[in-house]
């Protein structure tokens, strides 16, 4: 890190010219760059955007965000899902990782050693009571639960995670991991929200252990 994290309310509604505007306010904090790693809240590929969840996947579905910013920036840009972005910078690279991270919603990236593995939007899946992920622990469950009930639900959530996938590690971040108050099992641990800024550096190295979507 050479400079500390800046932060800026995310408006909404937050079509594509309104977060290029606010990304551009954003940037005008920070000291000079020569690339750009961005974490985007949804499914990309190829540099476009597939869903947009928390933004509307009407107004996004299709839109060519790494142009876009390429053209704004004039600087060389990576689109990447942001808890895959996160992920590249916790996993040991050994055996099948999971990373869950619980913010406004729900983010989950598989790798399997130390290959990103294709989308899952699990966050959209319905879980329990027909809800979905993101309904069932998202901030908005949070907000609305309370604590102890939203740790059950984290909890029971992680269960449901680990019977699907088997998956040997599992790195919990994002703003509301500091709230869980279970005991996590010993393949499991909360690791720093640092880490959906330094996993942007994963995708610029040269040894081919970036992104594939």
Request: proline share 5%.
């Amino acid at each position: 890190m050479t400079a500390k994290p800046a932060r800026i309310e995310t408006p909404y509604p937050c079509p594509p010219e309104v977060l290029l505007s606010t990304l551009r306010e954003l940037v005008r904090r920070l000291p000079n760059f020569d690339r750009v790693s961005v974490g985007f809240p949804g499914v990309v590929r190829d540099g476009k955007v597939v869903t947009a969840p928390h933004f509307g996947n009407d107004i996004w579905r299709g839109y060519r965000l790494t142009g876009a910013l390429q053209k704004a920036w004039r600087k060389p840009v990576r689109l990447l899902n942001d808890a895959d972005m996160q992920g590249f910078a916790v996993i040991c690279g050994q055996g099948l990782e999971l990373v869950v991270t619980l913010g406004a919603g729900v983010g989950t990236a598989v790798f399997r050693h130390g290959e990103l593995m294709p989308r899952l939007e699990l966050s959209q899946h319905p879980v329990f009571g027909g809800k979905t992920y993101n309904q069932y622990i998202g901030d908005k469950a949070l907000k609305t639960i309370g604590r102890a009930e939203w740790n059950k639900r984290v909890r029971k959530a992680l269960g449901s995670l680990q019977i699907l996938l088997n998956y040997d590690k599992l790195y919990i971040g994002g703003g509301n991991a500091r709230f869980i108050a279970f005991k996590l099992d010993k393949n499991a641990k909360i690791v720093s929200n640092r880490a959906g800024i330094l996993g942007g550096i994963a995708l610029w190295r040269a040894n081919g252990r970036r992104r594939r979507r």
